[in-house]
């Protein structure tokens, strides 16, 4: 018996680069909440487990984009184009079962 949602299921065709960052973390959420509750059978949980190790690169990669992003944005105000580092994003959000 499967217990997943109809957005999980319409979100689930959708390529991952496809998926706002939002309707992303939204299904690794839902994916990791599946797999916690110990309800799918093995092929499904397996299935689900390399859909979120999908959706959690892309997100981390998002990420890493927009720290790219805020760095060029904070240039020196006097114009000398000075990049300030951000911080790395954490990887402790790893997917662990």
Known sequence: MRRVSKENNMAERK??????????????ELIIRSLESGDMELEESLESYTRGVELLK??????????????VLLQDVDGTDQLVPGEPASDAD????
């Open 15 to 28: 390529n991952v680069e496809e998926l706002t960052y939002k309707e992303a973390s939204t299904e690794l």
């Open 94 to 97: 790893a997917l662990n079962l």
């Open 58 to 71: 892309s997100l981390r990669g998002r990420l890493a984009d927009a720290e790219q992003k805020v760095s």
